[in-house]
């Protein structure tokens, strides 16, 4: 059974990783996408793939959100995806000392005013029905401290909260719009190329990187895709305020990880 079918569903962000993935399976899973990106060839390159609409999208415009609102007033379904480490374009210090005032606000204005602004205009657009659902994607960042990555962490633990407050709100308004968070962690996305390389020394530096996550590997970008099609379908019902978790058990709480197997 499709369990999107006939469901409008927007991801920010979609142009590629986790974003694409989720794409490609809402479409598997019978849904109606508008794959939304800041850069729009990439959100072409992917709706064409898979049978979507595409349509630039800059997360942290109000003007942006207003026009998307205009053209598109109802929805079933939004995923806030799109988000940036800081590190993209600088190779300035994000850590609490030394980071500029200007990076923190750009990483917070990307995850943190793009999820507010997707959230505003998704229960706007779901009012109507009096249903849908908001997935925000969130990390583990948003849960442990970075010290490396400041802005990064403070954004993600900002969307884990106002999740939260969005879930409860909904609630307090009586609408069936649910608000869940998903936490990512250590999942093998284009951000970690640049530090895995394609050298003869990559599955050691893999190895390296997920030495001390419970399953002794990555997780892939359909694992998360996975996820969010259960919380953006019906079987996730009774479901609201929640927080997931995909992180191989990381955060589980093991100090020394569990040896690979032979």
């Given at each position: 059974?499709?369990?999107?079918?006939?469901?409008?569903?927007?991801?920010?962000?979609?142009?590629?990783?986790?974003?694409?993935?989720?794409?490609?399976?809402?479409?598997?899973?019978?849904?109606?996408?508008?794959?939304?990106?800041?850069?729009?060839?990439?959100?072409?390159?992917?709706a064409?793939?898979?049978?979507?609409?595409?349509?630039?999208?800059?997360?942290?415009?109000?003007?942006?959100?207003?026009?998307?609102?205009?053209?598109?007033?109802?929805?079933?379904?939004?995923?806030?995806?799109?988000?940036i480490?800081?590190?993209?374009?600088?190779?300035?210090?994000q850590?609490?000392?030394?980071?500029?005032?200007?990076?923190?606000?750009?990483?917070?204005?990307v995850?943190?005013?793009?999820?507010?602004?997707?959230?505003?205009?998704?229960?706007?657009?779901?009012?109507?029905?009096?249903?849908?659902?908001?997935?925000?994607i969130?990390?583990?960042?948003?849960?442990?401290?970075?010290?490396?990555?400041a802005?990064?962490?403070?954004?993600?633990?900002?969307?884990?909260?106002?999740?939260?407050?969005?879930?409860?709100?909904?609630?307090?308004?009586?609408?069936?719009?649910?608000?869940?968070?998903?936490?990512?962690?250590a999942?093998?996305?284009?951000?970690?190329?640049?530090?895995?390389?394609?050298?003869?020394?990559?599955?050691?530096?893999?190895?390296?990187?997920?030495?001390?996550?419970?399953?002794?590997?990555?997780?892939?970008?359909?694992?998360?895709?996975?996820?969010?099609?259960?919380?953006?379908?019906?079987d996730?019902?009774?479901?609201?305020?929640?927080?997931?978790?995909?992180?191989?058990?990381?955060?589980?709480?093991?100090?020394?990880?569990?040896?690979?197997?032979?």
């Amino acid at each position: 059974m499709k369990r999107l079918k006939n469901k409008l569903c927007v991801i920010t962000g979609a142009g590629r990783g986790i974003g694409a993935a989720i794409a490609h399976r809402f479409v598997a899973e019978g849904a109606d996408v508008i794959v939304t990106d800041l850069h729009l060839d990439r959100a072409k390159t992917i709706a064409a793939d898979i049978g979507a609409t595409a349509r630039r999208l800059d997360v942290s415009s109000e003007d942006d959100w207003a026009r998307l609102a205009q053209d598109i007033p109802t929805l079933d379904v939004l995923v806030n995806n799109a988000g940036i480490t800081g590190f993209e374009d600088s190779t300035a210090p994000q850590d609490p000392e030394n980071a500029s005032l200007s990076d923190w606000q750009r990483v917070h204005a990307v995850n943190l005013d793009g999820t507010f602004l997707g959230c505003r205009y998704a229960i706007g657009a779901m009012r109507a029905k009096g249903h849908g659902a908001i997935i925000n994607i969130s990390s583990r960042s948003g849960l442990v401290g970075i010290p490396g990555a400041a802005a990064y962490a403070s954004s993600k633990a900002a969307i884990r909260n106002h999740t939260k407050s969005v879930a409860l709100y909904c609630a307090e308004q009586g609408l069936a719009i649910r608000c869940n968070s998903v936490h990512p962690a250590a999942i093998l996305t284009p951000m970690w190329e640049p530090m895995l390389g394609t050298g003869p020394d990559r599955a050691a530096r893999m190895q390296a990187f997920t030495a001390d996550t419970p399953l002794h590997r990555f997780g892939t970008v359909e694992e998360v895709a996975g996820v969010c099609a259960m919380l953006a379908s019906d079987d996730a019902g009774y479901m609201t305020g929640t927080e997931i978790n995909i992180d191989g058990g990381l955060l589980a709480g093991s100090a020394a990880p569990p040896a690979p197997a032979d």
